[in-house]
């Protein structure tokens, strides 16, 4: 990627985690940052930043975020059907909305479709609310919507075996 490119993409702070050590001398803080990138055009992306000030754990975060970005399908703001994604004990179910739905969903799922760039989708969560477990659920029933090119090149349901196998018939 370009400079520019990294330049357009928005960040969310989902989680700020405070973790602490308990070493001889008392108390050793930490933080732990759960963030997610996207552009609003399709791509978004998650990391988890770790340090001992919270600015250096938001930068690790973003760093991480923008190295695992993934391509997701935006069809009229919405996405093409319905569909689930599990991570742990985490469940998240999305669906397609009518337009001017707005995006009903909390949490860690809210952010990555809205910085994903979609408008209007319903989402719910089942199971573990961790927003650990949470963002990785959204992110894999993301990574499960089929491409666009692919869905519009068999638009009637067929597959591409349907059509070799009508096409051998004939």
Known sequence: MDSNSIEEF?????????VAKVVKGGKRFSFSTLVVV???????????????????SIRKGVEKAKKNLIPVPVKGGTIPY???????????YLKPAPTGAGIIAGG???????????????????????????????????TN????HAMSSHGN???ADNDDREASEQ
């Open 82 to 92: 319905h569909v689930t994604g599990k991570f742990g004990a985490g469940l998240v």
């Open 157 to 159: 349901g067929e597959t």
């Open 145 to 148: 919507l089929p491409d666009l």
């Open 38 to 56: 996207g552009n609003h055009k399709g791509l978004v992306g998650f990391g988890l930043g770790k340090a001992n000030e919270v600015p250096d």
């Open 108 to 142: 860690a799922v809210r952010s990555v479709l809205e910085l994903a760039g979609y408008k209007d989708v319903v989402a719910k969560i089942f199971g573990s609310h961790n927003p650990h477990n949470v963002l990785k659920a959204t992110m894999n029933a993301l």
């Open 10 to 18: 928005k960040e969310h702070i989902v989680k700020i985690n405070r």
